[in-house]
């Protein structure tokens, strides 16, 4: 069985540096958002506008998905949880960054300005596990692909 704190400590780890998801709520497609961490929380940020089909749907706290996939590819992950707006001015202050300012003509005191705030619960994580030896193993016709690759994916509570 796979070690799920070390699949839990690479899922943040690779979140926190690559920082692009897709996020969905039932009845609304995923959207590519990015994420904002405040310190070593393990809540996830997003800013929107209040005009967005995602804030929209967000009246009241809603169940949500994210879909993550590392930029090198050797990680994957699917991760559910509660998504809401936050509207704690004290959060947004900390978050601030010139990539979110570009976004809102008024700054942080733009009408439209909405943080949205992921609670995750739990997630599948994959990990790559293709390497040099498992395509000579593969190549060879040596082993089984499908135990190989069964340490390499793991449900983690987060």
Known sequence: MADKREFEAKF??????????????????????TAQFDGERKTIYFFTASDT???GKLARARKAT???????HDLFATVHGTLRIDGDRSTI???????????FEKGKDDPKLRLLRFEPADAQIWLDASSLVAGVKMFLGLGDPKQDYKDSVAKVPL
């Open 66 to 72: 994210l879909v993550y996939a590392a930029k090198k």
């Open 53 to 55: 089909e995602l804030a």
């Open 12 to 33: 943040w780890k690779s979140i926190r540096s690559d920082m692009t998801v897709m996020v969905s709520v039932s009845g609304f497609d995923p959207r590519p958002m």
């Open 93 to 103: 202050d900390r978050l601030w960054n010139r990539f979110v300012a570009a976004w």
